[in-house]
């Protein structure tokens, strides 16, 4: 029981240090959350070494691509605000020359 324990508190710290590394890449991330999170499923359904790694390899992959997605959610949304701002400062600008007709 107590190296379940044990075990089960290093698999957390593993999952969470990604969580605080700046310095990684964006998909980086994604494979060591996804590979930790599948190294730890793979050791629970099958408990040798084998599944384990193959838990791992698959969890990483899984993480670099619903990272990708991730990124791109929000690549859009950043368009979208400066599309919407872009389209702002335009209209304003419109306003603006048209006030500045009509007093001269």
Same mark, same amino acid.
């Given at each position: 029981?107590?190296?379940?324990?044990?075990?089960?508190?290093?698999?957390?710290?593993?999952?969470?240090?990604?969580?605080?590394?700046?310095?990684?890449?964006?998909?980086?991330?994604?494979?060591?959350?996804?590979?930790?999170?599948?190294?730890?499923?793979?050791?629970?359904?099958?408990?040798?070494?084998?599944?384990?790694? =193959?838990?791992?390899?698959?969890?990483?992959?899984?993480?670099?691509?619903?990272?990708?997605?991730?990124?791109?959610? =929000?690549?859009?949304?950043?368009?979208?605000?400066?599309?919407?701002a872009q389209q702002q400062r335009k209209k304003r600008q419109q306003v603006a020359q048209r006030q500045q007709t009509?007093?001269?």
């Amino acid at each position: 029981m107590k190296s379940h324990i044990t075990r089960f508190i290093a698999a957390v710290a593993l999952a969470a240090a990604p969580l605080a590394s700046n310095a990684l890449g964006t998909n980086e991330k994604g494979c060591l959350i996804g590979g930790a999170a599948g190294g730890v499923a793979g050791h629970l359904l099958g408990s040798s070494g084998t599944h384990t790694a =193959v838990g791992a390899a698959l969890g990483c992959g899984a993480g670099v691509l619903v990272n990708k997605e991730r990124v791109k959610r =929000v690549d859009a949304k950043e368009q979208e605000k400066k599309v919407a701002a872009q389209q702002q400062r335009k209209k304003r600008q419109q306003v603006a020359q048209r006030q500045q007709t009509t007093w001269q």
